[in-house]
């Protein structure tokens, strides 16, 4: 039986000893209870957002850092350009970054302001897999940057059912680890 957890029930608790803080878009209204809690304490609040649920805007206001499908900006803003809608959920909010998978293409992360130290460098990495961009900014939202990250090359694939589960995870992984962006990317 599926219930909501509610708002009125969520434990500041909950966040003690916590690097982060990764919600969805279902029970929005106690992810937004604690994503304010968390911003209070400094925590980073990470949103997965895959579609517009009530109070998901709000939610999405909240957040640090949005991972998304790559339908999702096309949702949010009414584009069909992927870096558009990007650019267009990253003005909703505080977020610095939005990341967006594109299935076997791979992904695009986006992120505003002056370039994060690390940025570019993964010299480990295939020259071939990673890409990088520095977009104009418009108006006052400041500087853009652009990562392309291509999806690994895979021998053969059986389902990809969590597929985008597992990227959120290694994503989320490289943040609290402290890997440069293009790193938690790939």
Same mark, same amino acid.
């Given at each position: 039986? !599926?219930?909501? &957890?509610?708002?009125?029930?969520? $434990?500041?608790?909950?966040?003690?000893?916590?690097?982060?803080?990764?919600?969805? $878009?279902?029970?929005?209204q106690a992810?937004?209870?604690?994503?304010?809690?968390?911003?209070?304490?400094?925590?980073?609040?990470?949103?997965?957002?895959?579609?517009?649920?009530? *109070?998901?805007? =709000?939610?999405?206001?909240?957040?640090?850092?949005?991972?998304?499908?790559?339908?999702?900006?096309?949702? %949010? $803003?009414? +584009?069909?350009?992927?870096?558009?809608?990007?650019?267009?959920?990253?003005? +909703? /909010?505080?977020? +610095?970054?939005?990341?967006?998978?594109? *299935?076997? =293409? /791979?992904?695009?992360?986006?992120?505003? /302001?002056?370039?994060?130290?690390?940025?570019? #460098?993964?010299?480990?990495?295939?020259?071939?897999?990673?890409? %990088?961009?520095? &977009?104009?900014?418009? /108006?006052?939202? *400041? !500087?853009? +940057?652009?990562?392309?990250?291509? !999806?690994?090359p895979a021998?053969?694939?059986?389902?990809?059912?969590?597929?985008?589960? #597992?990227?959120?995870? @290694? %994503?989320?992984? *490289?943040?609290?680890? @402290? %890997?440069?962006?293009?790193?938690?990317?790939?």
């Amino acid at each position: 039986i !599926a219930r909501d &957890l509610d708002p009125a029930g969520v $434990s500041p608790l909950w966040l003690d000893g916590v690097a982060l803080l990764h919600c969805d $878009s279902r029970n929005t209204q106690a992810a937004i209870a604690l994503a304010k809690i968390a911003r209070a304490r400094l925590i980073p609040v990470v949103v997965d957002m895959e579609k517009d649920r009530d *109070g998901a805007r =709000e939610l999405l206001a909240l957040a640090d850092v949005i991972l998304t499908n790559a339908r999702y900006p096309g949702l %949010f $803003s009414g +584009h069909d350009d992927l870096v558009t809608g990007m650019r267009a959920v990253l003005k +909703h /909010g505080v977020a +610095h970054t939005v990341v967006s998978t594109i *299935g076997e =293409e /791979g992904s695009v992360l986006l992120s505003r /302001g002056p370039a994060p130290n690390g940025l570019w #460098s993964c010299p480990d990495l295939p020259k071939d897999l990673l890409s %990088f961009e520095a &977009l104009p900014s418009e /108006g006052d939202e *400041g !500087a853009k +940057h652009l990562i392309r990250c291509k !999806a690994w090359p895979a021998e053969s694939v059986v389902d990809t059912t969590g597929a985008g589960d #597992s990227f959120i995870g @290694g %994503f989320l992984y *490289g943040m609290v680890a @402290g %890997f440069p962006p293009a790193r938690s990317l790939a």
